[in-house]
């Protein structure tokens, strides 16, 4: 099994480009989410999916759009890429009991110039 | 809201030694809390998975503990080597219908000298 697959591995941006971070994941989990990571704040919450179709925010979804069409892609969109975006993103997932824990990808550092 | 906090930031500890890392959390219904581990450039390995009904899980040198009531978990890295060097995080997750949430603290940078 491949787990969970991002990709780019790294990217530059111009401020106002917009780009697309892919997330795959091959076991079938339910829960899928999205991170970014930065220097002292540790990782927060941009979106999440409970499932193909429903969709919902965290704690940071200014900037952000995501789309769950099959239970294996969780595509994050960022609609106008701005410095502040800088950060490296980890998507993860997980089955749908709550006694599972989850997985997580490799991570995509993305600089916004 | 849910707070996770990571005591200390960071350690340096000499090869050979047993060492205990502190994760507590502010709200303690939770689900279960999983320990990571983050090579630096890397993603995160999931180390152990606890459930809120369980005291402790093992693996390998690897012995992690929950105490729920008391909001506190630790993570026991025996017979510490220079491989073990990395960042540790913490996770709680907690849930409210069909949602749930993982929170991380902000993790201990360990250092194992040679």
């Known amino acids: 099994n491949a787990g969970v697959t991002q990709t780019p591995k790294f990217q530059v941006l111009k401020t106002g480009q917009s780009m697309t971070l892919q997330c795959a994941q091959d076991m079938n989990h339910e829960y899928m989410s999205w991170y970014r990571q930065d220097p002292g704040m540790g990782l927060r919450l941009i979106h999440y999916?409970?499932?193909?179709?429903?969709?919902d925010q965290g704690e940071v979804p200014n900037g952000y759009n995501v789309s769950r069409s099959t239970t294996e892609d969780f595509p994050l969109r960022l609609l106008s890429a701005a410095p502040s975006q800088t950060s490296v993103y980890f998507c993860?997932?997980?089955?749908?009991?709550?006694?599972?824990?989850?997985?997580f990808g490799s991570g995509t550092r993305l600089t916004v110039v | 809201k849910q707070e996770v906090t990571q005591i200390p930031a960071a350690l340096s500890v000499p090869e050979g030694e047993n060492l205990v890392l502190n994760c507590s959390f502010t709200d303690s219904a939770i689900y279960n809390l999983q320990w990571f581990r983050q090579d630096p450039g890397k993603g995160l390995t999931s180390l152990l998975l606890i459930q809120s009904s369980q005291r402790e899980q093992t693996s390998g040198r690897l012995n992690a503990s929950l105490d729920k009531s008391s909001g506190r978990s630790t993570l026991y890295i025996a017979a510490s080597q220079p491989g073990d060097s990395a960042t540790y995080l913490c996770?709680?997750?907690?849930?409210?219908?069909?949602?749930?949430?993982?929170?991380f603290g902000k993790g201990t940078l360990l250092t194992v000298n040679p």
């Open positions: 996770a709680v997750l907690r849930g409210w219908g069909s949602n749930y949430k993982l929170t």
């Open positions: 999916s409970v499932g193909a179709g429903i969709t």
């Open positions: 993860a997932s997980r089955q749908g009991n709550r006694g599972y824990g989850y997985t």
